[in-house]
T-cell receptor, first 110, second 114 residues
Framework: KQEVTQIPAALSVPEGENLVLNCSFT??????LQWFRQDPGKGLTSLLL?????REQTSGRLNASLDKSSGRSTLYIAASQPGDSATYLC?????????FGAGTTVTVRA | DAGITQSPRHKVTETGTPVTLRCHQT?????MYWYRQDPGHGLRLIHY???????DKGEVSDGYSVSRSKTEDFLLTLESATSSQTSVYFC?????????????FGPGTRLTVL
């Protein structure tokens, strides 16, 4: 069974600082690693998807890396803004199933 | 945004009553999923569908049934709701299950069972 862990559970940074969010998974036989953002009381917004054959993916200020051999993915958010405050979830795809981490709740202080 | 709607968005019901949640998509994606999200447990898969009339169980399927009679609609039924089924329910879709195919999520349904 795939186990996905996200550390830290919460993070508070001043505006402008770079964010580093970590995700680890136990089963490296994944199809994809997907990062989501969830605002309080809202649904999940897909941020980035890294295919198992890729090492990283970028979108604007967001960059995600994937190291299957070590079972790790990292999401980097450059020059954080208060609007980046949210919970970030990573999820690993094995076959049809997404296995989610518990999330990292980020607060960016103005 | 992927065209996914869920109805109702909020529902309060009583223990023992049947409840049906609906997920509707306009993307013509083959795969549809139902998840529940609970504090301390994160998101867990209830059931999924890989085509019309083709469904299978996820990791927390007890007490739930699903049906998919059309590509665009995936129904989740709680035959006899219990307080432990109080949760936020999310529907998701994907074009396929293989490498490169994202899952997109609907806005969620908040269900309270009294």
């Amino acid at each position: 069974k795939q186990e996905v862990t996200q550390i830290p559970a919460a993070l508070s940074v001043p505006e402008g600082e770079n964010l580093v969010l970590n995700c680890s998974f136990t089963d490296s036989a994944i199809y994809n690693l997907q990062w989501f953002r969830q605002d309080p009381g809202k649904g999940l917004t897909s941020l980035l998807l890294i295919q198992s054959s890729q090492r990283e993916q970028t979108s604007g200020r967001l960059n995600a890396s994937l190291d299957k051999s070590s079972g790790r993915s990292t999401l980097y958010i450059a020059a954080s803004q208060p609007g980046d405050s949210a919970t970030y979830l990573c999820a690993a795809t094995n076959d049809y199933k997404l296995s989610f981490g518990a999330g990292t709740t980020v607060t960016v202080r103005a | 945004d992927a065209g996914i709607t869920q109805s109702p968005r909020h529902k309060v019901t009583e223990t023992g009553t049947p409840v049906t949640l609906r997920c509707h998509q306009t993307e013509n994606h083959r795969y549809m999923y139902w998840y529940r999200q609970d504090p301390g447990h994160g998101l867990r898969l209830i059931h999924y569908s890989y085509g019309v009339k083709d469904t299978d169980k996820g990791e927390v399927s007890d007490g739930y049934s699903v049906s998919r009679s059309k590509t665009e609609d995936f129904l989740l039924t709680l035959e006899s709701a219990t307080s432990s089924q109080t949760s936020v329910y999310f529907c998701a879709i994907s074009a396929d299950r293989f490498e490169g195919h994202e899952q997109f999520f609907g806005p969620g349904t908040r269900l309270t069972v009294l």
